[in-house]
């Protein structure tokens, strides 16, 4: 349980785009329904048996489609020179069989806004500071002027492909969405479950750990408070808590505040992120560290989180997502499984689950089903 002190609705998942090959879908079904009842009289076995098998590529078509365009999709795109890294002759397939089950496993959280809603990653190995296993960033849209519309927040940072998410398209084609490098010095452990007797680093921790930051968790704060290009829509959802009440909706939004008294606040040790659907203390040390400092959760309250700041996480144990990372991604506008219940207002206690984010079948596919399952009940009628 826990309090919500306001709604944010989620983003509507079906468009007017979808709404044109539905009503063709139903129009459709129902001539076949209508062809298929005229076609009862005698001598019509044959024309029966075409309009089953059209029933049966329909059915399995709109199975199809539905099961692609679901989920959204990642699609790594390996950088490596030549026998290195991902392409290693050795360890390139482990590597990328570790890699696809973290982008597997974000998948299965992320529902697609549109048709093959696809995330292009760049993945490299490469040197990197002692100590430090990967980095992760997104593509940045930055959206300055008016508003912009669509659900989105005016003079804000944006990942690229939660930006391509909101407009219902892919804005920038085949252009790299998400890139992470890991430590080309660096032992990882690249097998899936089980133990890990070395205790290396786990490849699918770090690159689920770093996808999260590629989809929206981070932070456009700088060491002097500044804000690069303006504040991440992550930073709209980060406040200062209260010295003597640590509610997040009791805050006051970093966002909105001066840059030295930005500075101040994102090196007090009293962050935090406050949304609708998620609601917990960020990393904020007294030294400021750009890339660690706001976008990770705090490590004292959120120990064994995915996205505890990378040098205090056990990354050698297998770590998912938890429902709190999917909730602040479903705050900042990616559509997911999560869902309230239970009473809302302003002091309303409430329940958040952040499920897999599983889409129910299409109404167009159980009236293909019923034709189906009509037509072959005509034929053993007169078989019969």
């Known amino acids: 349980m826990r309090k919500n002190h306001w709604g944010q609705t989620g983003l509507p998942w079906f468009s007017r785009t979808h709404m044109i090959p539905a009503v063709g879908r139903i129009v459709g079904s129902n001539l076949l329904l209508g062809v298929a009842i005229l076609t009862r009289r005698p001598g019509c076995r044959r024309i029966q048996k075409v309009f089953i098998q059209i029933l049966i590529v329909l059915v399995l078509g709109q199975l199809a489609q539905t099961a692609s365009a679901a989920l959204v999709k990642f699609e790594p795109k390996y950088t490596d020179a030549a026998g290195e890294g991902f392409k290693d002759s050795f360890s390139g397939p482990e590597f990328k069989k570790g890699l696809k089950y973290a982008m597997d496993t974000w998948g299965k959280s992320l529902k697609a806004k549109y048709v093959g809603e696809t995330i292009v990653v760049d993945v490299k190995f490469a040197d990197l500071p002692d100590g430090v296993a990967a980095k992760g960033k997104p593509t940045i849209a930055k959206l300055t002027g008016g508003a912009p519309g669509g659900g989105l927040t005016a003079n804000s940072a944006y990942p690229i492909a939660l930006f391509n998410h909101f407009k219902g398209s892919d804005q920038n084609a085949a252009a790299t969405e998400i890139e992470i490098t890991f430590a080309k010095n660096m032992n990882f452990w690249t097998a899936i479950g089980g133990t890990n007797p070395f205790n290396f680093p786990r490849l699918a921790t770090v690159a689920m750990h770093e996808l999260a930051h590629g989809l929206g968790v981070f ?30 909706a009791l805050g006051y939004p970093i966002a909105d505040m001066i840059d030295t008294g930005r500075a101040s606040a994102v090196t007090s040790g009293m962050l935090a992120f406050n949304g609708a659907y998620a609601m917990a203390g960020l990393f904020a040390p007294a030294q400021f560290s750009l890339g660690s400092s706001i976008a990770h959760l705090n490590p004292t309250t959120n120990p064994t989180d995915l996205l505890v700041p990378e040098a205090m996480v056990a990354f050698s144990s297998e770590l998912l997502p938890s429902e709190l990372d999917v909730g602040m991604l479903a705050d900042i506008g990616w559509t997911t499984g999560c869902k309230k219940t239970g009473a809302q207002g302003a002091q309303a206690q409430s329940t958040i689950e952040c499920g897999a984010a599983v889409v129910p079948l299409p109404a167009t596919m159980w009236l293909f089903g019923s034709g189906l399952l009509g037509l072959i009940g005509m034929a053993r009628r007169k078989k019969a």
């Open 219 to 248: 932070s456009q704060v700088q060491p002097d408070g500044s804000l690069k290009g303006g504040p991440s829509i992550f930073d709209r959802f980060v406040v200062q808590t209260q010295i003597d009440d640590d509610d997040p």
